[in-house]
């Protein structure tokens, strides 16, 4: 199989999961029929977070699993929602009776099968929902239509439900914080090459040497406008001032962000590209408090970056900063 570290294409993702556990057996465990993963050390006695989605976004969301942050994962296949019957399974086996919140990305599958599992399991489990809708590419002023997608703003969403569950927080409350986070935060992505799919040899757009696609989705998902490619400076400045505007931002507000590879962008150009977001949101007048850089939401090997911020209070700050030990983040 050129190209690709893999065997049979049909068994990518389970291989995968099962390398996990050899990486990193002391912090997950790989349930099998239906696939999902767990905490290693399972919870006693807490609200139990779970979630889940396609796979080719790692470390999103198995590298999550872990105390202070997720307790189980469910994966799809690549850019794959996975079935309701392994998210019930994966709810089933982390609820400690103290209730199950279910962070959910919003795509039409993720959203359809997480919430099958939530109404399957309606009669003997608590089960809450926080719905991830942080892409403002795909804002749109339909009603009826899917709304904004889910991306990088999962991963503070999960971090913080994931410290006031350890802290003892009830399901409501977990909940609650979940989707202020979410209607704190925004995200804009740009990519100089799209990703190439192992399962199908082929990549998911072409660009012209010169160009960049912004407004690109984790999916692989051409973006809003092709643009002419430009210096670090510019591109983070045209990623960043619609965050701000659309989080409406005032001089000093305090902000987390997190710069965000999707997969190809090497860790020097993430640097240059977090310098270039603290030197755009200080000459806007606001405080970057704290900072995530990283491939941590990938698009297989998509050659770009996002950018989410998400605006901090004190609370939201503590939760932050709480312990955490999982595989991608500690």
Not at 167 to 182: K, M, S, T, Y
Request: glycine share 12%.
């Amino acid at each position: 199989m050129g190209g690709h570290v893999m065997n049979a294409r049909e068994n990518l993702v389970r291989q995968a999961l099962e390398g996990l556990e050899v990486s990193d057996g002391d912090l997950v465990r790989l349930h099998r029929d239906p696939d999902f993963v767990t905490r290693a050390d399972p919870a006693r006695d807490k609200v139990a977070l779970v979630s889940g989605g396609g796979s080719g976004h790692e470390p999103l969301h198995t590298g999550f699993v872990g105390r202070g942050m997720l307790d189980a994962a469910v994966p799809g296949d690549v850019f794959a929602s996975p079935n309701a019957l392994q998210v019930r399974a994966a709810i089933e086996a982390a609820d400690t009776g103290r209730g199950t919140v279910l962070v959910i990305k919003n795509y039409t599958g993720d959203v359809l099968n997480f919430n099958i599992a939530a109404d399957l399991l309606s009669k003997t489990h608590t089960v809450e929902t926080v719905l991830v809708d942080d892409d403002l590419a795909t804002r749109s002023e339909d009603e009826g239509g899917p709304g904004r997608r889910g991306t990088a703003a999962v991963v503070v969403t999960e971090k913080v439900c994931g410290a006031a569950a350890e802290a003892g927080a009830p399901v409501e409350r977990v909940r609650d914080l979940g989707r202020e986070v979410v209607s704190r935060s925004a995200t804009l992505g740009m990519s100089f090459q799209a990703p190439v799919n192992p399962l199908t040899g082929l990549r998911s757009f072409e660009l012209e040497e010169g160009e960049i696609e912004f407004g690109v989705g984790i999916h692989g998902e051409r973006g809003i406008e092709t643009r002419p490619a430009a210096e670090a400076a510019d591109l983070v400045e045209s990623l960043t001032s619609p965050l701000v505007e659309s989080l409406g931002l005032g001089r000093g507000a305090p902000v987390l962000a997190v710069v965000n590879g999707l997969g190809a962008t090497h860790g020097l150009e993430l640097s240059v590209a977090a310098l270039e977001l603290r030197r755009c949101l200080e000459g806007q007048g606001l405080r970057l408090e704290r900072t995530l850089v990283g491939p941590y939401v990938t698009s297989l090997d998509m050659k770009g970056v996002s950018i989410t911020l998400t605006a901090l209070n004190d609370e939201l700050a503590e939760l932050w900063d709480a312990p955490v030990l999982t595989t991608a983040l500690r």
